[in-house]
């Protein structure tokens, strides 16, 4: 489908758009909001600082895409594929990304507040002073991630892999930790579910 025959179609009232691919194409700054993407190809496409508020977009293939300050606020995104995906400063606040892949993805800043990321693929991701406070990410494998000055405050971490993950200063304070896996972990400065700050001489 070609970019200006979907905006047609959104600008009449359409919102389900099934299995379509918009590949490499250029959305920026577009108001999608509400609309029906599963299983839609968005890979390498540019939606930087498009509104996708509400939008379902399970399945979808979003690999390489930039999403840069984009608004994805309670969008559904479960089962998607944003691995390396740019997600700089992206609103997805209560958003769902269940089972998502996001490997490698650039989440810096990003607004993940009370998102649900339960058993999402997060492996080596860039998330430098993301808000994850009272995010669910319940099984979700982190191994790697870079969470430097992130704020976990709040969430729920039970059975999540953060093997090897960068936590230096970040805020875990009354976050859920039950059968987390922090071996060799780096918590430096980190503030702990307890209030105390993390140190290498007194974990």
Do not use: W
């Not at 250029?26 to 108001?31: A, F, G, I």
């Not at 490698?104 to 507040?113: D, F, G, T």
């Amino acid at each position: 489908m070609k970019t200006e025959e979907l905006l047609r179609q959104y600008l009449l009232g359409e919102r389900d758009f099934k299995q379509i691919s918009l590949k490499n194409r250029v959305l920026c700054q577009e108001n999608l909001s509400g609309i029906h993407l599963p299983q839609v190809n968005l890979a390498q496409a540019n939606l930087r600082e498009i509104n996708l508020s509400r939008a379902v977009l399970t399945e979808a293939n979003l690999t390489e895409t930039c999403l840069e300050k984009a608004i994805l606020v309670k969008a559904s995104l479960s089962l998607g594929n944003l691995s390396q995906a740019i997600l700089t400063e992206a609103d997805l606040r209560e958003a769902n990304l269940k089972e998502a892949l996001l490997y490698q993805a650039s989440l810096r800043k990003v607004n993940l507040e009370a998102a649900n990321l339960t058993r999402a693929i997060l492996q080596r991701a860039f998330l430098r002073e993301a808000n994850l406070s009272h995010a669910i990410l319940y099984q979700a494998n982190l191994q790697q991630a870079n969470l430097t000055n992130a704020v976990l405050e709040g969430a729920d971490l039970r059975e999540a892999d953060l093997e090897g993950a960068f936590l230096v200063e970040a805020n875990l304070f009354k976050a859920n930790l039950q059968g987390t896996n922090l071996r060799r972990a780096i918590l430096t400065g980190a503030i702990m579910p307890e209030g105390q700050i993390y140190s290498e001489d007194k974990p």
